[in-house]
């Protein structure tokens, strides 16, 4: 029997395909309200930050299509999927060909969301959920980092800890419809996507979104 945060993503989702990489199917929740508050519920405290792992955020829609468009961006490669939420980047990365592919995040609910999705998507996937910011970015060949611009004490660690990555020797790739905290003077544009979304989760029912590199 499924339990713990594997049946709650279960219970309150559906699988249902990324509305801009179709070949990728997720558990997905349809409306953000009722879920953030049955998992206040399931965690049992208030103010807990929005469930990021039930929804295809645009940055991330944009960069998976890109690295499945883009197979030689990943082949043979260590990928590392910040901020994974759903897992959806490190999925599509190993759909392209991709060596290994971690994925990183703090949520509680997140190691069953990816872990459900990896099987879902029938991909092996290596799950953390350590603070990476807490430390020198790991030895890996690609960091994928999606729709992280969004507060600016994070926007201002992610950059700078993405800086230190790339002064290392990794390659950074970052998705983002340009959220209010988009550090845009430092990346090159390498892909812009028309990406379907709903004023659930975003203000206008289609968002341009950008992959980036990291100059």
């Given at each position: 029997?499924?339990?713990?945060?594997?049946?709650?993503?279960?219970?309150?989702?559906?699988?249902?395909?990324?509305?801009?990489?179709?070949?990728?199917?997720?558990?997905?929740?349809?409306?953000?309200?009722?879920?953030?508050?049955l998992t206040e519920e399931e965690l049992g405290?208030?103010?807990?930050?929005?469930?990021?792992?039930?929804?295809?955020?645009?940055?991330?829609?944009?960069?998976?299509?890109?690295?499945?468009?883009?197979?030689?961006?990943?082949?043979?490669?260590?990928?590392?999927?910040?901020?994974?939420?759903?897992?959806?980047v490190g999925i599509a990365a190993m759909i392209?060909?991709?060596?290994?592919?971690?994925?990183?995040?703090?949520?509680?609910?997140?190691?069953?969301?990816?872990?459900?999705?990896?099987?879902?998507?029938?991909?092996?996937?290596?799950?953390?959920?350590?603070?990476?910011?807490?430390?020198?970015?790991?030895?890996?060949?690609?960091?994928?980092?999606?729709?992280?611009?969004?507060?600016?004490?994070?926007?201002?660690?992610?950059?700078?800890?993405?800086?230190?990555?790339?002064?290392?020797?990794?390659?950074?790739?970052?998705?983002?419809?340009?959220?209010?905290?988009?550090p845009g003077g430092e990346l090159i544009q390498?892909?812009?996507?028309?990406?379907?979304?709903?004023?659930?989760?975003?203000?206008?029912?289609?968002?341009?979104?950008?992959?980036?590199?990291?100059?």
């Amino acid at each position: 029997m499924v339990s713990g945060p594997a049946a709650f993503i279960l219970d309150n989702t559906r699988l249902q395909p990324v509305s801009h990489a179709p070949e990728i199917s997720l558990w997905l929740a349809d409306e953000i309200t009722p879920i953030w508050r049955l998992t206040e519920e399931e965690l049992g405290e208030m103010g807990v930050p929005p469930p990021f792992w039930a929804f295809a955020w645009a940055g991330g829609q944009a960069l998976a299509r890109y690295l499945l468009d883009h197979p030689g961006t990943v082949r043979g490669r260590r990928v590392l999927d910040f901020a994974a939420g759903s897992g959806l980047v490190g999925i599509a990365a190993m759909i392209a060909g991709a060596d290994s592919a971690v994925c990183a995040d703090i949520d509680p609910f997140c190691a069953a969301a990816v872990g459900l999705n990896a099987q879902a998507n029938r991909v092996a996937l290596t799950f953390t959920a350590e603070n990476l910011l807490e430390r020198a970015p790991p030895p890996v060949d690609l960091i994928c980092a999606g729709d992280v611009f969004y507060e600016q004490p994070m926007a201002e660690a992610v950059i700078a800890w993405l800086r230190a990555a790339r002064a290392q020797g990794s390659d950074v790739l970052i998705g983002d419809p340009k959220r209010s905290y988009f550090p845009g003077g430092e990346l090159i544009q390498l892909a812009e996507y028309q990406v379907p979304t709903t004023r659930e989760l975003e203000d206008q029912a289609v968002k341009r979104s950008g992959v980036y590199s990291l100059a």
